[in-house]
């Protein structure tokens, strides 16, 4: 018995030793905390998406606490109302926010294209990428397998006749869809905007007739229409300038003339413009 308390004793004397150091070190080198961040980190709506350039919505909190000049305006899930609300915290001026709405360059559903194998395996467009480079006849294609619609926390993301489509009335302009795109189909652009190229093919003009019917082949028929100069077709893809179609006189005139339809014209209002 003797002996085993000899052995006890010491173990125990050292553990209370090293609670006590480790008491004193937590207490002693404690990082105090801006009492401004959880209250800011309220605010935030809990996306985690990085449209705001830091790592996730405590990133921006601790940024806009301990950094002079961070604007407030930087969270497009949140929007205006996010916005107001940091600014009457950090006491500094309101700043707008650019709301942003996920489009899909992609329209070559089962009705314009098909696949060219049968995919049996992982319900990923990652893993279906790696595989066979892609599944559809177009190798710019929408896989359809759904990545982009398990990362959106909005329900904005469906799959029909087998590509994705985005239902920008529900869409926080947050990003993680772009990212999750292998094909890098989808990008964010501001909501006010009416007018996308729905095509992401940079083949030839015949070599991609042949796969999708609804794809762009490089007629330049857009480009020649469009007075201003805001839609240019590089790489035998049709590419808008969105910073001069404001000043559009006949908008809606590079659809019009689009051969195939792949240029589309449309309201895409995101959530927070829906009253």
């Known amino acids: 018995m003797n002996e085993i308390l000899t052995a006890v004793i010491p173990v125990v004397v050292i553990g209370i030793i090293c609670a006590a150091?480790?008491?004193?070190?937590?207490?002693?080198?404690?990082?105090?905390?801006?009492?401004?961040?959880?209250?800011?980190r309220e605010c935030l709506p809990g996306a985690n998406c990085g449209a705001c350039?830091?790592?996730?919505?405590?990133?921006?909190?601790?940024?806009?606490?301990?950094?002079?000049?961070?604007?407030?305006?930087?969270?497009?899930?949140g929007g205006d109302s996010v916005s107001r609300k940091l600014s009457e915290i950090l006491g500094v001026e309101f700043e707008d926010v650019v709301e942003k709405v996920a489009v899909v360059h992609c329209s070559g559903d089962c009705n314009f294209t098909q696949d060219r194998v049968?995919?049996?395996?992982?319900?990923?467009?990652?893993?279906?990428?790696?595989?066979?480079g892609s599944k559809g006849d177009?190798?710019?294609?929408?896989?359809?397998?759904?990545?982009?619609?398990?990362?959106?926390?909005?329900?904005?993301?469906?799959?029909?006749?087998?590509?994705?489509?985005?239902?920008?009335?529900?869409?926080?302009?947050?990003?993680?869809?772009t990212k999750a795109c292998p094909n890098h189909l989808i990008s964010l652009m501001d909501d006010v905007e009416r007018v996308i190229v729905s095509?992401?093919?940079?083949?030839?003009?015949?070599?991609?007739?042949?796969v999708c019917s609804n794809g762009c082949i490089g007629c330049k028929k857009c480009e020649k229409a469009c007075s201003l100069g805001a839609i240019k077709v590089t790489d035998n893809l049709a590419q808008?300038?969105?910073?001069?179609?404001p000043d559009c006189e006949d908008f809606g005139a590079c659809a019009r003339v689009c051969t195939t339809g792949c240029i589309?014209?449309?309201?895409?209002?995101?959530?927070?413009?829906?009253?």
């Open 240 to 245: 808008i300038d969105y910073t001069k179609c």
């Open 138 to 177: 177009c190798s710019y294609g929408c896989l359809g397998l759904g990545d982009c619609l398990s990362v959106c926390p909005n329900n904005a993301v469906c799959i029909e006749n087998g590509i994705a489509h985005i239902n920008t009335k529900l869409c926080i302009g947050c990003g993680l869809c």
């Open 118 to 132: 049968e995919y049996s395996g992982i319900e990923s467009c990652a893993a279906a990428k790696q595989i066979f």
């Open 53 to 77: 350039g830091f790592a996730g919505c405590d990133g921006y909190a601790k940024a806009l606490a301990e950094t002079e000049g961070t604007a407030t305006n930087l969270c497009v899930p």
């Open 21 to 40: 150091v480790l008491v004193a070190a937590s207490k002693i080198m404690a990082v105090k905390e801006n009492e401004k961040i959880p209250e800011i």
């Open 199 to 210: 095509c992401s093919n940079k083949d030839k003009g015949a070599v991609t007739r042949k």
């Open 264 to 275: 589309v014209i449309s309201d895409f209002s995101g959530v927070h413009r829906v009253k």
